[in-house]
């Protein structure tokens, strides 16, 4: 990758990050939480976001932070109060910055920000103009830098006295180190004072070590700058407001001297003295960002500020191949340390020394696979931020009242779940609130607050996470539900369905209840996809609601999608693995359950229904394989393509949680088989994909059909 | 490291591992040959052609194991502790090969191979890429990209089988 491209996609993360705290700002504002430090989080980031984009040229996203930025920094200096009217604006200016970054990121599109943006505008304009005295970095483009020699002995040149009778400001400017570390620059702060009229800078060099004491890292300098023909105090201050906790700054009105000591006059538009003069004294902060090229400045700017950001947690990023691999090396160390045990205790006795050290071996290596694991987890957070936005969006397109509150979302959940869970997410909040919550007026009249909830909540449960979309509103119509599913003849108009029964009928395909449907869920994407996703997640999804208070969603989902909970049967000579979200029950049945059906298909009486049963033994051609079933274990699942199945195999060996190894790669698909995982004893095991094994028996019957067609004609 | 090195004649040398399967001699190019092992018992998979034995695990990989014999239509191996596994890198895909046993090492000029015969071609042109005489000893060059393509391409043979 070209490096600049590599410092964009450092600053797209960036982005995403600071977005995201942001959201998290102004979330916390929302709910009246609008302490400075919070503020200064959500400016910060804004800022952040915009000294980045300036850097790439992103002019529109720099124009849209700008005004935003201008808002945000008349909240931080008291200037506007964060009412619930200015926060709503503020949330939807953070969903166009948002939008902003992914236009520049994928090139395309366009935001449409304009009405945003005027409420932003008078939003500033309420009380004077408040941009202007930013550091663009954008601004550092263009700047030459030229070494040049300067004498820096003793006695400084005498400056020339300017003569001027207007009012005029004594700046004295001492940075901090830490201005430096945010990648702040004095001379364009000078530079921003140059703009408000003639100034004269002087630099005190007095803290200058030696140049073998000299850290790089500290702030030596101080600059006194007198600034004519500027009647308005507020205007210098303004200029310095970036950087007010980090330097030291005293403005006071400025009287001339009778005789000015050193003093050089820095003519408006000619700042370069100035850079060269930082440049030639060493001062490697300082230097840094105006003899880059254009990149520089954009990394030391994205750094600073995302450093100094806040006490986070210390973080790097690691591809996601290493710690595959690593993954993957731990739970080989884990299988070959079990099949070492069993050699060795097998030999020797559990009574040796060496049994004991296996068992401390076998400890660590456990403590260690959860480590390992516990890397490529991360809090459902990531997922759960977004869902606020769409909450707001929702509401305002349906034209209902709804907030969001979260719990659990600093639940851990591997990455590859986390990727996986924001569609099913978003499909079931935008469902609670365009099918869930009523109109404001309805909710009124039915005695609750205009506004619904929706409740989105996270948390381990069994080694697994649990997380629930809750809302207040009408909750599931069960006789309407019937109703429509047996318009839709999803099921027969006399059918006895349990409340339970009745409200998953929603996830069938081809099922609404909306009345209409609306732009929000006439998207072609019914609640029946959203099962299976979940289901492709190892997941389960559950329904419960009561009529007029609400309903409540739950997944189940694994914590990761490396490990699978299985149940491991036998059948032959063969060990498979059956994934345990598909399993309804295992029963022993009785002869008289099983009745012939066609030439060679079975059926299973389970309580009164009939399901068809199949040997898995004899799908899959194991040898060895019992084939009479009524000796058999058999195994109720569900699938989606089939409905219920029994499978019936020799016998149950127990329920194990096992590492999913793919082997498409070298193998390619095999019909019936998901994929494979190790045994324990370093054996390879089957995992049977259920929906596979049905097609299969679906094609073979069409088989077995023609097969008898061709022999009997 | 290379394999392919020129000799004073100024000819492509390169080196293969040779191994026995139904009393004949098999080469193939070091370089794709990942690890030998001995023989484990195979985990079947289900609507596979018989000469797929199924699956081995190989520290954490799943390996698909093919019988040579039984790919040569020869009937399947009756596989012992003695059997080997010659484990084989083509591409993205590694496959394990069941053989008799491993034998030595050549290194062979271009010069000393000779194409396969016109007759042959029908059925051994996927997987061999040559003949090699070397002191009155007839080796049959494997070549591993043929070989694992047309292995490895299970899921065509499986609908072959099918």
Redesign the interface.
Known sequence: MDPMEAIKQTYYQECDELLLAMEEGLIAMENGEADSETINAVFRAVHSIKGGGGAFGFDILVEFAHIFETVLDLIRSNQLTPTNEVVKVLLRAGDKLSDHVTVARDGTGEVQDSEVKEELARLAGEDGEGGGSDPAPADFEGLTFTPMMIDLGDEAPAAPVIEDAGPAWHVRFAPHAGLYAKANEPYLLIRELAALGPVEVTPDLSNLPELVALEPEQAYFAWDIVLRDCADKASVEEVFEFVSGDCDLEISEWVPPAAPVAAEVIADGAPEVVVEEIATTSEPQAVEPTVANDRKPAAANLAGPAAAAETVKQTIRVDLDKVDRLVNLVGELVITQAMLSQRILETTGAQTTIGAGLGELEHLLRELQEAVMAIRTQPVKSVFQRMPRLVRETAAQTGKEARLEIEGEATEVDKTVIERLGEPLTHMIRNAIDHGLETPEERVAAGKPAEGTVKLSAEHRGGRIVIEVADDGRGINRAKVRQKAIERGLIAPNANLSDEEVDNLIFLPGFSTAAQVSNISGRGVGLDVVRRNIIDLGGRINISSVYGKGSKFSLTLPLTLAVLDGMIVAVGNQTFVLPLSHIIESLLPKRSDVKQFGSNGMLLNVRGVYVPLVSVGRLLGVQGASYDVTNSVVILVESEGIGRMALAVDAIVGQRQVVIKSFEANIGHIQGIAAATILGDGRVALILDIDGLVAGCRESAARSIEYQQAAGA | MSTTDKDNTGQDRRQYITFLATGQEFAADIMAIREIRGWT????????PDYVR????L??????VIDLKARLGLGLTEATVKHVIIVVNSG????GLLVDAVSDILTVSQNEIQSVPDVMRETQNDYVEGIAVLDGRMVTLLGMTKLTSSF????NL?EHAA
Do not use: F, K, Q, S
């Open positions: 018992d195979t985990t079947a998979l289900p609507h596979v199924g699956v081995i695990n520290r954490g990989m799943v390996l698909p993205e895909r590694t496959i490895g391409g299970i899921e499986i």
